[in-house]
T-cell receptor, first 109, second 116 residues
Framework: KNEVEQSPQNLTAQEGEFITINCSYS?????LHWLQQHPGGGIVSLFM???GKKKHGRLIATINIQEKHSSLHITASHPRDSAVYIC???????????FGTGTRLKVLA | GAGVSQSPRYKVAKRGQDVALRCDPI?????LFWYQQALGQGPEFLTY????????KSGLPSDRFFAERPEGSVSTLKIQRTQQEDSAVYLC??????????????FGNGTRLTVT
């Protein structure tokens, strides 16, 4: 069992839909990152969370430390949101990030 | 520079060749990570530097892999006698402070290595 699991693995949505991507982890963490990776491109950090909720534009990230779970929401999705979204946890007491395998999102116009 | 820079962007190597991948982190960033990302997978940890010190190389898959950061800035990942299973995207990331707990990671665009 992976220490960081994401769901769904693949997601296709129509433009304008509300999207939720989930991340569950089994290790103690100090922080959690949501990352965005476009095809052929590098990785961009969207959020870094250690508690609660953060919002940036149409993106919202939440984390529940007790339940070891985080969600990334995209409101009013757009084709340019099409990318792979990766959850990465910063393992407590180490300097290591553990990455999920990513959720491949495709938003259709 | 404005971001983490990696070169080359693409590398095709024949099996058995040696390759060197370069990472130029954001100026002043203490922490530097190398990751390997296979197709359809998340990044896997290879090695970590704090300044010039390589604190962890436990993720390097074999002794054919070697990384250095001699002056605490630019880093090079070297793969000797490349094998087909080495084909992947190699990502470099840096962060401002040690441990990166409260300092976000900045990624380069990666080097896509294809071993034929």
């Amino acid at each position: 069992k992976n220490e960081v699991e994401q769901s769904p693995q693949n997601l296709t949505a129509q433009e304008g839909e509300f999207i939720t991507i989930n991340c569950s982890y089994s290790v103690g963490i100090s922080a959690l990152h949501w990352l965005q990776q476009h095809p052929g491109g590098g990785i961009v950090s969207l959020f870094m969370l250690s508690s609660g909720k953060k919002k940036h534009g149409r993106l919202i990230a939440t984390i529940n430390i007790q339940e070891k779970h985080s969600s990334l929401h995209i409101t009013a999705s757009h084709p340019r949101d099409s990318a792979v979204y990766i959850c990465a946890v910063y393992s407590s007491g180490t300097y290591k990030y553990i990455f999920g395998t990513g959720t491949r999102l495709k938003v259709l116009a | 520079g404005a971001g983490v820079s990696q070169s080359p962007r693409y590398k095709v190597a024949k099996r058995g060749q040696d390759v060197a991948l370069r990472c130029d982190p954001i100026s002043g960033h203490v922490s530097l990570f190398w990751y390997q990302q296979a197709l359809g997978q998340g990044p896997e940890f290879l090695t970590y530097f704090q300044n010039e010190a390589q604190l962890d190389k436990s993720g390097l898959p074999s002794d054919r892999f070697f990384a250095e950061r001699p002056e605490g800035s630019v880093s090079t990942l070297k793969i000797q006698r490349t094998q087909q299973e080495d084909s992947a995207v190699y990502l470099c990331a840096s962060s401002l402070v040690w441990g990166a707990f409260n300092s976000p990671l900045h990624f380069g665009n990666g080097t896509r290595l294809t071993v034929t």
